[in-house]
């Protein structure tokens, strides 16, 4: 399966799978044009609270412009693991998939081993975008914080995000790697849930880096949100896409009188050092030129 040979003392540097020391990624560099095949093949995961409106925009307009054909399943917005997919044409291929996922009744994460027999990676080009986890949380809270049922439905407490984060932490047990619609979301949708249950016995640590060398081998680019049109950039130049495939207008942002007005941060430094998962969005951030 897919996750068989992650967890190893290979590229991830330490002296056993128990180590507690702190463990490095080599991360491989790899040659951009051998992805122009893959053009008109995509598979994007679109990730919660991360600015991704605008970006599966370009994509639904690149594929229609080219009449290709997307994954779906059928009568919905976002796409179910666990219901049939749209049916095609005799000889006809799937194209593009760039939806969230879901399972009935659920949030679901990526599922390689559902994906790959519709979008097969040797012709298809994988890639997600990640965001800053203070700002993805806060995201997160202006879409929750004023709507009263998603507020009870997520048991989310509190007037100020700050207060909020600091409340949904303390109803979490202690030293765990959870993932949630609150606390690392974005390794939720990326499947770490998945992976946590097959390497319980596991070094956190060693965890975390091994899930990034998983990301790094499955995904042909990860953007960054916070340097969105660095990554444009890159997508246009992994898959050589004219300037007219990745022009673009905001959509669906936050208001700007929602943002904090103060010049403090939104979330104490000592709260925020508890989002335990700034390891996977920062192993990805320098290749876009974040500092």
């Keep these: 399966t897919w996750y068989d040979d992650v967890i190893t003392s290979g590229d991830v540097v330490t002296s056993s799978p128990h180590a507690t020391m702190e463990v490095q990624y080599q991360f491989e560099l790899r040659n951009s044009s051998s992805y122009i095949e893959k053009r008109d093949k995509l598979m ?11 970006l599966v925009t370009i994509l639904y307009l690149y594929g229609i412009r080219r009449n290709l054909n997307f994954l779906l399943t059928p009568y919905e917005h976002q796409f179910f693991n666990d219901k049939p997919v749209q049916k095609l044409a005799a000889g006809q291929e799937y194209d593009i998939l760039c939806q969230h996922h879901r399972e009935t009744g659920a949030w679901d994460y990526y599922k390689p081993w559902v994906i790959h027999p519709h979008l097969p990676k040797s012709k298809t080009f994988y890639f997600t975008i990640l965001r800053d986890p203070e700002q993805q949380f806060l995201s997160n809270y202006f879409f929750y914080h004023r709507n009263e049922k998603l507020r009870t439905l997520f048991k989310i407490e509190g007037d100020t995000p700050d207060a909020v984060l600091k409340n949904y932490l303390s109803l979490l ?5 959870t993932c949630s619609n609150i606390i690392n979301p974005m390794s939720f949708d990326l499947g770490f849930s998945h992976f946590w249950e097959k390497a319980k016995d596991v070094n956190p640590e060693v965890q975390i880096l091994s899930f990034i060398k998983f990301l790094d081998k499955e995904f042909d680019l990860i953007m960054i949100t916070d340097e969105f049109d660095k990554s444009l950039i890159l997508l246009k130049h992994f898959l050589s896409w004219k300037i007219e495939d990745v022009v673009y207008l905001r959509k669906m942002t936050r208001a700007l009188e929602e943002a904090p007005k103060s010049s403090k941060p939104a979330i104490s430094e000592e709260t925020l050092k508890q989002l335990r998962f700034h390891k996977v969005r920062n192993g990805f951030s320098s290749f876009v030129g974040i500092r």
């Design 44 to 54: 994007f995961l679109k990730t919660h609270k991360c600015g991704t409106s605008s």
């Design 173 to 177: 047990p202690k030293n765990t790697l």
